[in-house]
């Protein structure tokens, strides 16, 4: 079978439809990632073939011009433009496929629908959901979203197509299969979701052959157990990141304990590290498990390797569905209370470094859900369901 992947986003939004992808390859199906050409090279060191989709950007690095303020409209202006160049780049490749994956962007829904071409999708933003809703509310929530669809990318891309008779977000979705990759565990299948959505579990990342540098491993034989830092995506360059930074290292030498920091690269160049902190570029999804503490922006990526560590985490969560989740987190017990970004201090840090370090329950919570997830096999789930959509419909 023949499968094309189209996505963009950042490293984050990415990954998750890589770990997807080497899944189907393994099973001998044949599968392209459609993306930014920025991701090229990560993309085909997998053994995985590549085609380009939308401009040659770094989404990663695109966001730092709406990251000062986190300004929600920004985030939508820029989304909306990557909708919009996409869409011709898809419509060329689909007939090459067979069976077009649809991400939780919606990217390439409506050029598969124009060209009845097969296709499932692939969601894990709670608020996409579709649900059966009562009357009352189904309304007013149906009406914002067919306005914001009909103003926004999707209108142009469906005039364009000439799909006249697609109206709303829903109907982008297969009847057939909309898989969510997220655990039940965190995040239980809701009586109100439609039957085409199944949960399947987290689709975690490979952890084997996998190696960290040498120079975070003599790091490692001599301070264990560090506190480990990541905003992903979130972590730029400018004034307000060497203040970010600043409090963070506060906070790890005043906690008592060592620090690694991931991202950050310009800022932390700036910086005099103390001995006990030392930073990192890019790393393997094992790199957690290294660390006593992870403190992270609680992307949706991040927090899936997290949680399969089995550490116990401080999310600073600084917008969109990052909040959905560390709220989730905290729900569950898995955290101290989340710090929003904006109201994260050295002292706020130290105190969350501190339960941490002490409850039983939120360390016993993590290592329990940790069993859990990996007996959930999410990617295998996945693959039964595609290939039984698949022979389903002839492919």
Known sequence: MKVLIPVFGSRGDIQIYVNLAVKLVESGHFVTIATHPFWRQTIESLGLAFMPLGPNINVDAEAARFRKSYNVLSVLKLLNSLHLSSSAFVSKYLDDFDLLIVSHMLCGAMEAIKANKPFI??????????????????????????????????????????????????????????????????????????????????????????????????????????????????????????????????????????????????????LRLPESIIHIGSFPSSFFNYGKIIIHHCGFGTMTTGLFSGKPCIPIPHILDQTFWAARLYELGLCPKPIPIKKMTEQRLVYSIRICETSEKINSNSRRVMEMLKEEKGLENALFHIENFSRDHGI
């Open 121 to 270: 999708n692939v969601t894990f933003l709670p608020s996409m959901i579709p649900i059966h809703d009562t009357i009352f509310r189904q309304i007013p929530k149906s009406l914002l979203f067919a306005l914001y669809f009909n103003l926004g990318p999707w209108g142009k891309i469906k005039r364009k197509l000439g799909v006249k008779h697609i109206n709303n977000f829903n109907q982008l979705i297969s009847s057939d299969l909309n898989l969510i990759p997220i655990s039940r565990y965190i995040l239980p299948q809701a009586k109100n979701w439609k039957a085409n959505c199944i949960i399947t579990g987290f689709w975690p990342l490979p952890t084997t052959g996998q190696e960290l540098p040498e120079e975070i491993l003599a790091f490692l034989e001599k301070h264990h157990n560090p506190i480990i830092v990541t905003f992903g995506a979130m972590a730029f360059d400018s004034g307000f990141e060497i203040e970010k930074v600043n409090v963070i290292i506060q906070a790890i030498q005043k906690s008592g304990n060592s620090g690694i920091i991931q991202g950050f690269d310009n800022t932390i160049g700036k």
